[in-house]
């Protein structure tokens, strides 16, 4: 079955350090991966996606991701770190590769101190 | 053009009553999918509704239900409430023939189950 494992719930880096986050997925075919941020209050929006083609994926607000298929990894990524950035994070995989059935990691929590 | 919206925001129920939660989708958007997010199980897929047809459902009891109309408006139910249903409602909407397109979230409805 597929999973999805975001290994880290919560995480702290100091405004303007780089970030990476961590998802983990099991899927036995070429897997539809996604990105969502939700803040507090508020619902998901889409940060980036990776369907085919090229490993790295640009998104929104200055993230990328790196898909890795030898290590089942696609791990989110930003060079430095606003205060806004601070909410929480999940990595999802299509279950029906349309885009619409989605299975989330748990999610992890930035924190941004200054 | 104006988001996902789901109504209530927030209620109140006690165990054994049913709850009705309404989502309105982006305009054009023909595809709804119902999410439930707690923090014990996180993001879960419910079921989801393309043109008033559930084309995909998660594993959830049938306790659950949901339906679409012709305008695409998606209504959600759960009868017989259970303190463990406590939760926000997640819906989201995405537009016909996209077989990758973005799913588009709305801010959700949040019940708690007395």
């Known amino acids: 079955a597929q999973s999805v494992t975001q290994p880290d719930i919560h995480i702290t880096v100091s405004e303007g350090a780089s970030l990476e986050l961590r998802c983990n997925y099991s899927?036995?075919?070429?897997?539809?991966l996604f990105w969502y941020v939700q803040s507090p209050g508020q619902g998901l929006q889409l940060l980036l996606k990776y369907f085919s083609g090229d490993t790295l994926v640009q998104g929104i607000k200055g993230f990328e991701a790196e898909f890795k298929r030898s290590q089942s990894s696609f791990n989110l990524r930003k060079p430095s770190v606003h205060w806004s950035d601070a909410a929480e994070y999940f990595c999802?995989?299509?279950?029906?590769?349309?885009?619409?059935?989605?299975?989330f990691g748990k999610g992890t929590t930035l924190s941004v101190s200054s | 053009k104006a988001g996902v919206t789901q109504t209530p925001r927030y209620l109140i129920k006690t165990r054994g009553q049913q709850v009705t939660l309404s989502c309105s989708p982006i305009?054009?958007?023909?595809?709804v999918s119902w999410y439930q997010q707690t923090p014990g199980q996180g993001l879960q897929f419910l079921f989801e509704y393309f043109s008033e047809t559930q084309r995909n459902k998660g594993n959830f009891p049938g306790r659950f239900s949901g339906r679409q109309f012709s305008n695409s408006r998606s209504e959600m139910n759960v009868s017989t409430l259970e303190l463990g249903d406590s939760a926000l409602y997640l819906c989201?909407?995405?537009?016909?023939?996209?077989?990758?397109?973005?799913?588009?979230f709305g801010e959700g409805s949040r019940l708690t189950v007395l």
């Open positions: 999802a995989v299509d279950r029906n590769q349309a885009g619409t059935a989605l299975i």
């Open positions: 899927y036995g075919a070429t897997p539809y």
């Open positions: 305009s054009g958007h023909r595809s």
């Open positions: 989201a909407s995405r537009s016909s023939g996209q077989v990758t397109g973005e799913l588009f």
